[in-house]
């Protein structure tokens, strides 16, 4: 999901086995005085900030965020409230501050690809694993077309599929093996947040409404991507859009061995089209418009 692309747990087996740093005297060293504990823990987060623009394959074991850790619900509570503010001053703002603010989330998410780009030809690491061809760091493409163009059927897109697919890349952030203190922690979230941004203000405005005899629009889009990732993921052993391989820890992984490789492509789909019948049916109730035909 993310322009985070391919620095899931697929890819941790890549990654050079460097002694992590210990916290000596810390976890195993009992002491009496737990001013100089908290002091040493302190030390020892700060000493992770030498790994601030450290790839993925030169990471150290054990020095990553937990998952929904104090940390990670640090993030999550900030980008909710950020969220939220957004949305309310998105809703009280003319039509000229909604497309300003429309214009620079949509720039930002630009920004952070570029950036990125940047940061790993200037590590030298290789491009063929950066590509924007996850599905989040396409929705930060997309978010920029459909602020240019406002085409119906992309917002359905944003909504259906990219939104979900972002809001379990903030819930389950493949990336937490690396610092708090990281480039690519600030990136992943931040970048993750944009598209949140954007898709939550156009639902606020109503310039996003989906509907379910559109769906067949997101179908169309998805086709279209996804078979020829899965050609370019089998012809260069990557795992974009995990079509690949099941992504480490993720319910793909439980439907892969019921269902073999590449047998849980079939769950996979059935998934991702739950998913969107169940975005579209919590818009309706959401907004109000139970009248109106579920289906065609």
Request: hydrophobic share 50%; aromatic share 16%.
């Amino acid at each position: 999901m993310l322009p985070v692309c391919q620095k899931t747990a697929d890819r941790r087996f890549l990654r050079e086995r460097h002694p992590a740093q210990k916290a000596q005297g810390v976890l195993h060293n009992k002491k009496e005085n737990t001013d100089t504990v908290k002091k040493e823990v302190f030390d020892v987060k700060l000493s992770y900030l030498s790994y601030f623009f450290t790839y993925e394959t030169h990471i150290p074991d054990g020095i990553g965020f937990a998952l929904f850790g104090p940390w990670h619900l640090l993030w999550l509570s900030v980008i909710f409230a950020i969220c939220v503010r957004y949305v309310w001053i998105y809703k009280k703002g003319d039509e000229r501050k909604k497309r300003r603010m429309d214009g620079l989330t949509a720039c930002s998410l630009v920004v952070w690809i570029v950036v990125r780009a940047i940061y790993i030809a200037v590590i030298h690491e290789a491009f063929l694993y950066e590509l924007p061809f996850h599905l989040c760091s396409m929705a930060g493409i997309l978010c920029v077309v459909h602020c240019l163009t406002k085409w119906k059927w992309l917002g359905q897109v944003l909504y259906t599929i990219c939104l979900p697919g972002t809001v379990l890349a903030l819930l389950f952030p493949n990336w937490n093996f690396y610092p708090v203190i990281h480039f690519i922690t600030l990136e992943g979230f931040l970048f993750h947040m944009g598209i949140v941004l954007y898709v939550a203000g156009k639902l606020a405005s109503h310039e996003i409404q989906p509907d379910f005899a559109k769906l067949w629009q997101v179908v169309l889009f998805l086709t279209a991507v996804v078979i020829p990732i899965y050609w370019f993921d089998k012809r260069y052993d990557v795992n974009y859009m995990f079509v690949n391989w099941p992504s480490a820890g993720s319910p793909l992984v439980w439907l892969a061995d019921r269902m073999g490789n590449p047998g849980y492509l079939i769950g996979y789909a059935a998934l991702v089209f739950l998913c969107m019948l169940l975005m579209d049916a919590g818009y309706l109730i959401v907004a109000g418009r139970r009248n109106q035909k579920l289906f065609f």
